[in-house]
C-alpha cells in the first residue's frame, strides 16, 4: 500500500476538518481540544491552522494519503520567541482507526524528523502525551521514536466529566 506524504494546505482544510473532528470523537482522551469545542470551528479556522510558515518550513501539518483519503496527520509547530527558537513542539498527531498497524504513525514522526534537521539551531522537539484509563497511550509508540519522558506526569491534566487526565511531557534531543 503505497503512502503519499505531504504538507497540507488550504485546499485540505475540508478533509483535515472531517479527519480532526473524527479524531476527537472517536479518541477524546487522547487529545486536550474536545469535539463539542472543535466542531464550532469554521472552515476557515482549519484553513488558517495548515497556513506553512518559514523556508524550510517551521510551521506545518503534514499528512499521511492513501490514495485520496487523509489517513493521518502530525502537526508541528517551532517556538518564533527568539529565546526559544532552539525548540519545538508536535501539537498533534493522528492516525485514523481504518489506518493503524500500517505503520503511518512512524513514518510521519521519521519524515518530521527529516525536515526539522535542516532547521538551522533546532535542538529540540517536545509533545504531551496524555494517560487515562479509558484510552491507550501513545508513550510508548513516541519511546519507540526516539522522545524520552520529562519527568514525572502530571496529574490531573485535564477533566473529562469526571474523570481526570494525566499528561506526561516528552522531549527528543535532535543531533547537530
Known sequence: MN?????LDANDAGIYREVRLSS????????????????????????SELEILGAPPEWFVLGAFLGHELAGFVKFRRDQRSKG???S???A???????????IGKKLIDELIAITQKLDGLEQIHLWVL??????????????????SQGPHVLKDLKIGD?????????????G
Open 85 to 87: 527558537r532552539h525548540k
Open 3 to 7: 503512502i503519499e506524504l505531504r504538507f
Open 163 to 175: 474523570q481526570y487526565i494525566d499528561a506526561e511531557y516528552m522531549v527528543m534531543y535532535l543531533q
Open 24 to 47: 476527537y470523537k472517536n479518541d477524546p482522551f487522547a487529545f486536550s481540544e474536545s469535539y463539542k469545542d472543535e466542531k464550532k470551528r469554521t472552515h476557515i479556522d482549519f484553513e
Open 89 to 91: 513542539m508536535i501539537h
Open 93 to 103: 498527531m493522528y492516525v485514523d482507526r481504518n489506518h493503524r498497524g500500517l505503520n
Open 131 to 148: 494517560h487515562s484509563d479509558q484510552s491507550i497511550s501513545a508513550s510508548g509508540f513516541y519511546k519507540k521514536c526516539g522522545f524520552i
